[in-house]
T-cell receptor, first 113, second 115 residues
Framework: EAQVTQNPRYLITVTGKKLTVTCSQN?????MSWYRQDPGLGLRQIYY???????DKGDVPEGYKVSRKEKRNFPLILESPSPNQTSLYFC????????????FGNGTRLTVT | KQEVTQIPAALSVPEGENLVLNCSFT??????LQWFRQDPGKGLTSLLL?????REQTSGRLNASLDKSSGRSTLYIAASQPGDSATYLC??????????????FGKGTKLSVKP
């Protein structure tokens, strides 16, 4: 089954403790991205990657890092999480073709205390 | 700066009604527009994608229209069912690839269909 898999689904952590949220897709998509969803603000892009070793900032990249060492994986790294990064995070992938939609993972709910 | 607005923010209808969800965007230079459905605790599921050159797309009981020049799209749901209850999001793509591949999302319309 074609899917985008994120782990973990829920994560509670403390300020400053480094964490990684993993994302993997099995559709051989070139393009992957991370979004965060906050009440009243909607979904906003954090980082995106157009291919292996090609990443760039989205609209809200501060406090986050990403890497794309393999085509299928696109982890999101929070080196020093802060409470304002408490949010619902979504990973998405896309073929890059103009008539294909984005495919989303089921989300990771992160709470930073 | 592209902004996407969805009205209403919430909608409650009895089962069986036909309904329309609205989406407007400020910059008509879009590549395509997508409608998604989001269920609690789940990710987003793509419902329909309309290219900028198209006027509408249909899938089952769903029909999405696009009027690029006026910056509007509608999602029409026929004969609504309780299983249609979810939050519906529209998103526009600014261009092709790179940062232009980013989708700009509206805040969604939360739909509740009462049995």
């Amino acid at each position: 089954e074609a899917q985008v898999t994120q782990n973990p689904r829920y994560l509670i952590t403390v300020t400053g403790k480094k964490l990684t949220v993993t994302c993997s897709q099995n559709m051989n998509h070139e393009y992957m991205s991370w979004y965060r969803q906050d009440p009243g603000l909607g979904l906003r892009q954090i980082y995106y990657s157009m291919n292996v070793e090609v990443t760039d900032k989205g609209d809200v990249p501060e406090g986050y890092k990403v890497s794309r060492k393999e085509k299928r994986n696109f982890p999101l790294i929070l080196e020093s999480p802060s409470p304002n990064q408490t949010s619902l995070y979504f990973c998405a992938s896309w073929t890059g073709l103009n008539n294909s939609p984005l495919h989303f993972g089921n989300g990771t709910r992160l709470t930073v205390t | 700066k592209q902004e996407v607005t969805q009205i209403p923010a919430a909608l409650s209808v009895p089962e069986g009604e036909n309904l329309v969800l609205n989406c407007s965007f400020t910059d008509s230079a879009i590549y395509n527009l997508q409608w998604f459905r989001q269920d609690p605790g789940k990710g987003l599921t793509s419902l329909l994608l309309i290219q900028s050159s198209q006027r509408e797309q249909t899938s089952g009981r769903l029909n999405a229209s696009l009027d690029k020049s006026s910056g509007r799209s509608t999602l029409y749901i026929a004969a609504s069912q309780p299983g249609d209850s979810a939050t519906y999001l529209c998103a526009v793509r600014r261009g092709y690839g790179g940062s232009q591949g980013n989708l700009i999302f509206g805040k969604g319309t939360k739909l509740s269909v009462k049995p």
